[in-house]
C-alpha cells in the first residue's frame, strides 16, 4: 500500500472536552452526558456520509438516510469512540469507524424489518422502510449502506493512523459484518424459529447477531486509538459481555416494556417462536444474568485507568435502559 493516502481525510483536531466529557481518571462520568456529546459528532458526520437527495439516484438516498438518520440509541458507535478514547486516542481517530458501524446496522435493521425476514411495521416510533419506500427500495438501501459503510471508515480515518492499521479495521468491520459475524447470527436466528434450543445456542447465536459489532467497535476503536494487544484482548472480553448483556436487556424489554416506550412491537418474538432469555430462563434469571454480565464486563477493564469510565458507564447503560 505504501505510503499513498488518497482519498483519505484529514479531519480536524478534536474539540477539546471539559468536565464529565472529558472522562478523566479523577472523576466519575455522567454517562448521559458523554453519550450526547459524542452523538453530536456522531450524527453530524452521520448526515455527510449520505448525500442529500439528488439526481437519478435521489429515491435511493432518501431511502438510506430516512433510516439511518431516525435517531436512535447509538451505542455501537459511542462504544467504538468510547474504546478509542480508553487507551489515548480522540473521539475523532474513531468516527470514521463510528459511523461505518452505524451504518451497517443500519442496514442490517432495514433488512431484518423486510417482510422475508421479521416483517415489522414499526423502528425506532417510525414505519419502517419498506413501509414508506417499498421492499426493493428498502433492500436497496441496505446494500448501499453496508457498501458505502467501507468507503467512510476507510476515507473518515486520519492521515496520522498507519495505513495497516486502518486496513486492520476495515478487516475487523467486515469479519464481524459478513457471513462468519452478524449475518451467520441472523441465519441461525431464522432457522431457529419454533425450535427448541437450548442456554448455550442461544449465547452463540447472540454472539454473532448481536455481539459481533459490539466487539468490532470495541477490538477496532481501540487499534484505532493504539492499543495494545493486551489491550486488544481486554476489550474484546468487554464487548463479548457487554454484546450479550445488551441483548438479554433487549429481551426483558420485549417482555416489560411497552410498544410506545420502545418505538417497536413488542412480543414479536415470543409471536414468531424464537427462543429468547426470559422464555428459557424465566424474568428474574435473565436480569441477574444480565447484572452478572455486567460484572463480567468490569472486570475485563480493571487493567485500565479513569480512561475507561465511559465504558464501564456504557456496560450499565446496557443492562439498566428503558428503551
Not at 439528488?54 to 451505542?75: C, N, V
Not at 441465519?187 to 466487539?215: M, N, P, Q, Y
Not at 433487549?250 to 414468531?272: F, I, M, N, P, Y
Request: glycine share 10%; net charge negative; with cysteine.
Amino acid at each position: 500500500m505504501g505510503n499513498s493516502r488518497t482519498n483519505r481525510i484529514d479531519p480536524e483536531p478534536d474539540a477539546p472536552l471539559t468536565g464529565h466529557d472529558a472522562a478523566d481518571s479523577s472523576s466519575t462520568v455522567d454517562f448521559e452526558q458523554y453519550r450526547a456529546a459524542r452523538i453530536t459528532i456522531i450524527e453530524e458526520a452521520l448526515g455527510k456520509c449520505v448525500s442529500e437527495p439528488d439526481g437519478a439516484a435521489a429515491r435511493l438516498f432518501e431511502s438510506m438516510r430516512y433510516s439511518l438518520l431516525a435517531g436512535g440509541k447509538r451505542i455501537r458507535p459511542v462504544l467504538a469512540i468510547a474504546a478509542c478514547e480508553a487507551v489515548g486516542g480522540g473521539p475523532r481517530d474513531a468516527l470514521g469507524l463510528a459511523c461505518a458501524l452505524e451504518m451497517i446496522h443500519t442496514y442490517s435493521m432495514i433488512h431484518d424489518d423486510l417482510p422475508c425476514m421479521d416483517d415489522d411495521d414499526l423502528r425506532r416510533g417510525k414505519p419502517t422502510n419498506h413501509k414508506v419506500f417499498g421492499e426493493a427500495f428498502a433492500t436497496l438501501a441496505g446494500d448501499g449502506l453496508l457498501t458505502d459503510a467501507f468507503a467512510v471508515l476507510v476515507n473518515m480515518t486520519p492521515v496520522g493512523i498507519a495505513p495497516a492499521t486502518t486496513l486492520d479495521a476495515v478487516a475487523g468491520v467486515a469479519r464481524a459484518a459478513g457471513s462468519a459475524g452478524m449475518v451467520a447470527g441472523q441465519v441461525i436466528d431464522l432457522l431457529g424459529e419454533g425450535r427448541a434450543i437450548d442456554i448455550a445456542d442461544l449465547e452463540a447465536l447472540h454472539g454473532l447477531k448481536t455481539g459481533a459489532l459490539f466487539v468490532a467497535a470495541a477490538v477496532e476503536g481501540g487499534r484505532l486509538g493504539g492499543a495494545g494487544a493486551a489491550q486488544l484482548r481486554a476489550l474484546e472480553a468487554y464487548a463479548r459481555a457487554v454484546g450479550l448483556a445488551f441483548q438479554v436487556a433487549d429481551d426483558l424489554l420485549d417482555v416489560e416494556a411497552s410498544t410506545e416506550q420502545l418505538g417497536k412491537r413488542t412480543h414479536k418474538d415470543s409471536e414468531r417462536g424464537k427462543a429468547t432469555y426470559p422464555g428459557l430462563l424465566g424474568v428474574a434469571q435473565s436480569h441477574r444474568l444480565a447484572r452478572s454480565l455486567l460484572d463480567r464486563a468490569n472486570q475485563a477493564l480493571l487493567s485500565f485507568d479513569g480512561r475507561a469510565d465511559p465504558l464501564r458507564a456504557l456496560a450499565r447503560f446496557a443492562v439498566e435502559r428503558t428503551r
